[in-house]
T-cell receptor, first 115, second 113 residues
Framework: AQSVAQPEDQVKVAEGNPLTVKCTYSVSGNPYLFWYVQYPNRGLQFLLKYITGDNLVKGSYGFEAEFNKSQTSFHLKKPSALVSDSALYFCAVRPLRDSASKIIFGSGTRLSIRP | DAGVIQSPRHEVTEMGQEVTLRCKPISGHNSLFWYRQTMMRGLELLIYFNNNVPIDDSGMPEDRFSAKMPNASFSTLKIQPSEPRDSAVYFC???????????FGPGTRLTVL
């Protein structure tokens, strides 16, 4: 069965510092991996995805994520955090070749950037 | 493009009443998803359609919930009868295909008294 874990409910970082939001997954075969962001009272917004190719994926707002097959991880990173990055972040996974399988979202990590 | 459109944005109703939530996906998207979000349970996939056909409704909590997609540009999620534990934010999302990134609507905040 496929699953995705976000081990940290909350991450707090000072503005200007690098940030990492962790995600690990379990899926049969190769995965599609996604990151979404949710601002207060809004729907989720797509940030970036990994399908195949380069393990480092760049997305919106200066975010990037690194696919690590051996560690089954897809951590979200940003070199320098902004206060405006404060939001709820979701990792999601879906098997690459299983057309009938649905996407599974993690429980979310609340990112707080202090000025 | 206007993005995914949901209506109403807020709904307050009394227990036992029928509630209908509406969604218009992005034009050209073939997949549509209904989610429910609560503090306790997080984000839950209720049902998804591909080419207007329900593919997986295993997340629908019980028979009080039903969803339809009569055409490519419209879907409804109905709760009948509604209960206080149905109070949540309900999101609709669409994508080009089931494996593509999803675009979410603004959500409908449902309160059942």
């Amino acid at each position: 069965a496929q699953s995705v874990a976000q081990p940290e409910d909350q991450v707090k970082v000072a503005e200007g510092n690098p940030l990492t939001v962790k995600c690990t997954y379990s899926v049969s075969g190769n995965p599609y991996l996604f990151w979404y962001v949710q601002y207060p009272n809004r729907g989720l917004q797509f940030l970036l995805k990994y399908i195949t190719g380069d393990n480092l994926v760049k997305g919106s707002y200066g975010f990037e994520a690194e696919f690590n097959k051996s560690q089954t991880s897809f951590h979200l990173k940003k070199p320098s955090a902004l206060v405006s990055d404060s939001a709820l972040y979701f990792c999601a996974v879906r098997p690459l070749r299983d057309s009938a399988s649905k996407i599974i979202f993690g429980s979310g990590t609340r990112l707080s950037i202090r000025p | 493009d206007a993005g995914v459109i949901q209506s109403p944005r807020h709904e307050v109703t009394e227990m036992g009443q029928e509630v209908t939530l509406r969604c218009k996906p992005i034009s050209g998207h073939n997949s549509l998803f209904w989610y429910r979000q609560t503090m306790m349970r997080g984000l839950e996939l209720l049902i998804y359609f591909n080419n207007n056909v329900p593919i997986d409704d295993s997340g629908m909590p019980e028979d009080r919930f039903s969803a339809k997609m009569p055409n490519a540009s419209f879907s409804t999620l109905k709760i009948q009868p509604s209960e206080p534990r149905d109070s949540a934010v309900y999101f609709c999302a669409s994508s080009l295909a089931p494996h593509n990134e999803q675009f979410f609507g603004p959500g409908t905040r449902l309160t059942v008294l």
